[in-house]
């Protein structure tokens, strides 16, 4: 009987969390399960697009922190 693999395996396998043996059933299992398989290679392409997101704070956001730092007396960024 199989283990059967859950998305928490894939992430743990992705990031190389899981112990050389399971990573050889994990591996297995790919080639055998087409859904499986799928399912890896959707958290591949999340995970790269999450990579290249770049998150920056609106000017008003930035002036808000400026103008409370200037305020309490804390030194300039």
């Known amino acids: 009987m199989t283990k059967p693999f859950t998305p928490n395996d894939l992430v743990r396998y992705i990031y190389q969390e899981m ?5 050889e ?5 790919l080639h055998s399960d087409e859904s499986l398989m799928q399912e890896y290679v959707e958290m591949l392409s999340t995970i790269e697009q999450l990579n290249q997101v770049r998150l920056t704070p609106s000017e008003k956001v930035v002036h808000a922190i400026k103008s409370l730092a200037h305020s309490t007396g804390l030194q300039k960024v």
Do not use: I, S
């Open 25 to 29: 059933l994990l591996m297995q299992a």
């Open 19 to 23: 112990p050389e043996v399971e990573q």
